[in-house]
């Protein structure tokens, strides 16, 4: 997967539990759940949309480290 | 009218799902209510025929109003629909979600139409852009309408006439959808759309705001934070005018509990896991069982205890504003079931398609704020209940166990209670319980 589509894909993932996120301003490293004001609900939706969508299965630790885009992207781009 | 939380004193139904002469059941949705705070799916409190409707849609009237007739099923007599506020028994609304959570397969009221499940932001930016919200399809969770769905509605208007179809990949469609991209604008090289096309005709962020000549002028659109607000500001006066809170607070040591949890969790997918805030609500809805001088309402007869507990949960809504959704016959639920009607209450509260069942006659109520970092919360009653159980952030702490200092994760859970209901000692009992379901193997 190419690093634009990994980023799309976390995108689509994103907005489906923030409708209202703008994530161009949402800096690679900042933690998502407090820039998008997730709480554990979201982020959860949020982890299993990604696996949903990369057909990758989230583990908890992967579920732990995905708070950042830039863990999102290092996550998706294992998917073929 | 029925009413649809303990702040609510008048509604305006948006839509009849029934007319006269349809045949009802008890718990079928037959209308679409607006709360100060959401739109709610209302349930029928009888069965049989509509006879005649008496509120039409868009009037605001008191909780209380009859808003139609039922005739039932031998003819006689018609009964006016919601006629009493916070009319059924705590018991009765609970069956419904019982049956359809229990049997999927059980008949189920055919899939009616509803009204979009949409944000405060995203609704207005509907008005600005002129878009009827409710032709729009939701692409977001739970159907959800999200701001490029939104933008993908507005976007037809401006254009007169269509160009010819172009052919586009499969990967390439999917990902318009998923941006938002309108197809007929993407410029391909050879004719046939690719992914690579649709990305360099996705709108740059500060294109997604309104051209001023779009605007059209605004609808009038409900704004929802400033009612909200009213509402959460009147119930929350009128708790502190008539209730004497006492506060209590206790740190509980949660490692047994999310030992159970990691076990618990290891054979679950991820959208099915079970989150520290699901054992804590089990555990307080367990302890409300056990000491039912906290469970139930205050009343001009003094204090009237609930029939099982429903347990409220308060969610902050995205964009401001608080619901509570209730979780009925919260003591009977396991780890990984009061999770999931965690989720599927909070996801629905947040896209606004909640049940009226779904919002009555909490008997006690919990408030997380676990999420926001904060160490503790000492909540606000919700008249006419005597009780409110906060619940912090889940944090390592220092912590003496037999005499030894070692680092433990911690939650500080606090109670809210009526005085003239109970006093301190009874509070304490409670969150003793609590904290014994938390720590006792076993028992998260």
New interface residues.
């Given amino acids: 997967m190419t690093p634009?589509?990994a980023r799309?894909m976390i995108?689509?993932a994103l907005?489906?539990?923030?409708?209202?996120a703008?994530l161009?301003?949402v800096a690679p490293d900042a933690d998502l759940?407090e820039e998008l004001?997730l709480?554990?609900?979201d982020f959860?939706?949020y982890?299993?949309?990604l696996?949903k969508r990369s057909g990758l299965?989230?583990t908890?630790d992967d579920?732990r480290r995905l708070t950042t885009l830039a863990a999102g992207m290092t996550f998706v781009s294992r998917a073929s | 009218m029925p009413s649809l939380g303990a702040d609510m004193d008048e509604g305006t139904v948006i839509e009849w799902l029934v007319k006269p002469g349809d045949t009802v059941a008890r718990g079928d949705v037959v209308a679409v209510v607006d709360t100060s705070k959401a739109a709610v799916d209302v349930e029928c409190f009888d069965s049989g025929v509509i006879e005649d409707i008496l509120v039409e849609p868009g009037k605001a009237v008191p909780v209380g109003t009859p808003l139609a007739t039922i005739g039932t099923a031998d003819g006689a007599t018609a009964k006016p629909v919601p006629a009493k506020p916070a009319a059924p028994a705590p018991a009765v609304p609970a069956k419904p979600a019982e049956a359809a959570a229990a049997a999927p397969s059980a008949p189920v009221p055919p899939p009616r139409r509803r009204p979009p499940v949409v944000g405060p932001l995203v609704r207005k930016q509907a008005a600005e852009l002129g878009v009827d919200l409710t032709g729009v399809r939701g692409t977001g969770r739970g159907g959800a309408i999200t701001r490029a769905d939104v933008q993908r509605a507005a976007r037809p208007r401006t254009e007169t006439e269509s160009p010819p179809r172009a052919k586009v990949t499969p990967y390439a469609r999917r990902l318009a959808k998923e941006l938002g991209v309108d197809l007929a604008q993407v410029v391909s090289r050879d004719g046939i759309v690719r992914a690579a096309d649709v990305r360099a005709a996705k709108p740059a962020p500060q294109a997604v705001k309104p051209a001023p000549q779009a605007v059209k002028p605004a609808a009038p659109v409900v704004d929802r934070t400033a009612t909200m607000r009213q509402a959460t500001a009147k119930l929350m006066a009128r708790s502190k005018r008539e209730i004497p809170h006492y506060y209590l607070s206790t740190t509980i040591d949660m490692s047994v509990a999310l030992a159970r949890l990691a076990e618990l969790n290891r054979d679950l997918p991820v959208e099915r896991r079970v989150l520290p805030v699901a054992l804590v609500l089990r555990a307080c809805a367990r302890a409300a069982e056990k000491v039912p001088q906290l469970n139930g309402f205050w009343n001009s007869e003094g204090f009237e205890p609930g029939e099982g507990v429903r347990l409220g949960m308060a969610v902050s809504l995205r964009g401001g504003g608080l619901i509570v959704p209730v979780i009925a016959d919260a003591t009977g639920l396991g780890p990984v079931e009061m999770m999931d009607r965690v989720r599927d209450l909070v996801t629905r509260a947040r896209g606004g398609r909640l049940r009226g069942s779904e919002l009555t006659e909490a008997t006690i109520t919990v408030t997380n704020l676990g999420d926001r970092g904060v160490e503790s919360v000492f909540g606000v009653i919700h008249p006419p209940q005597v009780a409110l159980v906060g619940v912090g952030k889940v944090l390592e702490r220092p912590w003496a166990v037999d005499g030894l200092l070692g680092v433990r994760p911690v939650v500080t859970v606090t109670l809210s209670a009526d005085h003239r209901a109970t006093d301190g000692h009874t509070g304490a009992r409670y969150l003793e319980i609590v904290e014994k379901l938390l720590t006792t193997p076993e028992e998260p």
């Fill in positions: 634009d589509e799309d995108q689509a907005l489906t539990v923030a409708p209202d703008e161009g301003d759940r004001d709480d554990s609900i959860q939706a982890a299993a949309e696996s299965p989230v908890e579920q």
